[in-house]
C-alpha cells in the first residue's frame, strides 16, 4: 500500500535534526512586539518548507496523527503515492513557535497545513477536494514527486 | 456587550453579512464542546476564484471567529455550482454534498485544526 511510503518518509525527516531545534530555543524573547512572527522564527520555517519538494505541517507524525484532518491528510499523500525521499512531516505539537509561526507564515488559521515546491497548497479541505477531482495526482505527477510504479493508475482518477 | 459565543447561527449571521452568501450549510461537528465547525458556504464572491482563494475570503471574513473555536472546515461554492449540483442530484441517486466530514469520525472530530 502506497501510505507505507510516506510513513517511512517521516521517520527519516525525524532522524533528521530539526530545523527547529537551534533556532527556536535562541529566538530571543524581546524581539519587537508587533511583529509576532520573528526573523529567526520566520527563517526556520523556510528552511522547513525547503527542506523537501512535499512538506507538510500537522499535528503528530504520520504514523500517530493526533488529529483527524491531519490523518486525513497524511492518508492523501499516502494514496497518492508520494515519494518518501520527497516529504518531510513536521509535527506542530512539538513546538509551540511552529504552531503559531506557520499559521501567520502561511496566513492559514488551520493545521494541517501542505506545501509543494514551496508553495502553499492549502489545508485538509483543499486536499481532500484536490484529491477527489484528480488535481492533486496531477500536480504531484507534474512535479515529479510520486513514487512510479509499473501498471499502476490508481492515483489518476479521471 | 461581553463577546457572544460563537454558534452555528453567529456563523451564519457572518457569512452572510460578510460574503453575501446566498446559502450557508453550519454544522456542529464538536460532538459537545460545540466549538468546532464544519460548513459549506454558497456566495457569489467565490466566482472566478480558485478553491486557495474562496478558503481565504472566508478565513479573512471569519478570522475571529476561527480564532476562537477549535476546529474549521468548508466546502465554498459559487450559486452556479451549487445549483449544477442540486440539479445532478435530482436526476441520479446521488447526494448533494453538504458541509466536508474528511477528517472527522461520522461527523464528529477528533482533534483540532487549531
Not at chain 1, 530571543?28 to 519538494?53: E, G, H, N, W, Y
Not at chain 1, 499535528?59 to 497518492?80: H, N
Not at chain 2, 460548513?39 to 479573512?60: A, D, W
Request: glycine letters at 8%; one cysteine or more; aromatic letters at 6%.
Amino acid at each position: 500500500m502506497f501510505s507505507r511510503t510516506v510513513f517511512q518518509a517521516t521517520r527519516q525527516a525525524a532522524r533528521r535534526p530539526s530545523p527547529f531545534l537551534t533556532p527556536f530555543s535562541l529566538a530571543p524573547s524581546s524581539v519587537s512586539q508587533r511583529r509576532l512572527l520573528s526573523d529567526v522564527v520566520r527563517q526556520a520555517i523556510d528552511k522547513a518548507v525547503s527542506s523537501a519538494p512535499v512538506v507538510l505541517f500537522m499535528k503528530g507524525t504520520p504514523e500517530t496523527p493526533q488529529c483527524g484532518f491531519s490523518r486525513a491528510s497524511i492518508q492523501v499523500l499516502g494514496l497518492q503515492g508520494v515519494n518518501p525521499e520527497k516529504f518531510a512531516a513536521y509535527n506542530v505539537l512539538e513546538d509551540q513557535e511552529l504552531r503559531n509561526g506557520i499559521k501567520e507564515y502561511s496566513d492559514w488559521p488551520t493545521i494541517p497545513q501542505l506545501y509543494v515546491d514551496k508553495e502553499f497548497v492549502g489545508g485538509c479541505d483543499i486536499i481532500v477536494s484536490m484529491h477527489q477531482s484528480g488535481e492533486l495526482a496531477k500536480m504531484l505527477e507534474e512535479k515529479g514527486v510520486v513514487v512510479k510504479e509499473e501498471g499502476s493508475n490508481e492515483s489518476k482518477p479521471e | 456587550m461581553a463577546q457572544s459565543a460563537i454558534t452555528e447561527d453567529t456563523l451564519r449571521a457572518a457569512l452572510v453579512e460578510r460574503l453575501q452568501a446566498t446559502h450557508v450549510e453550519i454544522q456542529d461537528m464538536s460532538g459537545g464542546c460545540g466549538q468546532a465547525f464544519t460548513s459549506l458556504i454558497i456566495s457569489p464572491q467565490f466566482t472566478g476564484k480558485t478553491s486557495l482563494k474562496r478558503h481565504r475570503l472566508v478565513n479573512t471574513a471569519l478570522r475571529d471567529e476561527i480564532a476562537q473555536i477549535h476546529a474549521w472546515s468548508a466546502r465554498c461554492q459559487t450559486p452556479e455550482e451549487y445549483a449544477r449540483d442540486k440539479q445532478k442530484e435530482e436526476s441520479s441517486s446521488e447526494g448533494v454534498e453538504g458541509p466536508p466530514l474528511d477528517g472527522t469520525e461520522g461527523g464528529r472530530v477528533e482533534g483540532t485544526t487549531a
